[in-house]
């Protein structure tokens, strides 16, 4: 490299001593900036403070080196060049999003610079490099998992897998068959239950007799009436005698 890159690349002379003592003590004023971003975007992120009017555009603070297995000292890779020559002539307060290349870890990284000025002059840049190979390990990961899962779509009930062998999906309203699995005939109950409730705001003892009949063919339906017990337990969910679920499941099965 050995490039530098400040007052001299825009025509200018870079002014006394002084003033270049101004300069490097501006830039280092961005130290702190470096470890709070480093904290912040995480330690697959590097952020790297360059010194552009120092001979190589060195780093002079960075966080989270391993990015690149770069430290203090090390003078700006072969694209700083370009990247300040790009903000000097379209006079650009920062770039993003630019491809670089870690040679320790021969990973390629996305970057961002911000270019520090001074009296007009680029000083320093602020630079954040990231390094999204675990994401990119992650993305190919999940891709072959896929190929020892196949379905795209949520498992078919046993009752809904039967409907689509006879060329019906749906329970009639349009909407696919749903198993939903309860730890007991009491809580299948329930379930049909309240979800009446929600739909009409009353409680079961308030029912009146089309929809209690609804609930009988629902819970026949989904075939818990199978299981043992089930005809005494629902009755006595909706306050009502063992032979009135009866009747109700033979107006069913009559229809």
């Known amino acids: 490299m050995g490039s530098r890159i400040g007052g001299d690349d825009r025509g200018e002379r870079p002014g006394t001593g002084d003033q270049w003592g101004k300069d490097e003590r501006f830039v280092e004023s961005f130290k702190p900036l470096v470890e709070f971003l480093g904290s912040v975007c995480g330690p697959m992120t590097e952020v790297a403070l360059h010194n552009t009017v120092a001979p190589g555009n060195p780093i002079i603070a960075i966080a989270n080196g391993d990015v690149s297995g770069r430290r203090v000292g090390v003078a700006a890779t072969d694209s700083m060049p370009e ?73 078919a009930s046993l009752g809904q897998a039967y409907s ?71 009755a006595g969910q909706l306050g009502l005698a063992d032979s009135s679920i009866y009747r109700y499941l033979h107006r069913i099965h009559r229809t």
């Open 83 to 155: 990247i300040l020559h790009q903000g000097l002539k379209e006079r650009r307060d920062y770039v993003v999003g630019y491809a670089t290349h870690s040679a320790k870890n021969d990973r390629d990284l996305i970057s961002s610079a911000y270019f520090i000025r001074r009296e007009g002059r680029i000083i320093g840049m602020l630079c954040i490099n990231t390094d999204q190979s675990a994401l990119e390990d992650f993305r190919a990961a999940t891709q072959a998992l896929q190929g020892y899962f196949p379905l795209t779509q949520p498992a």
């Open 164 to 234: 689509y062998s006879q060329g019906n999906g749906s329970d009639g309203d349009g909407q696919p068959d749903r198993e939903n699995l309860s730890a007991s005939v009491e809580s299948m109950g329930k379930q049909v239950i309240w979800a009446m409730v929600a739909k009409t705001g009353r409680q079961p003892d308030r029912f009146n007799a089309s929809e209690r009949f609804g609930i009988i063919r629902e819970l026949d339906k989904s075939g818990y009436f199978q299981l043992k017990g089930a005809i005494s337990a629902i």
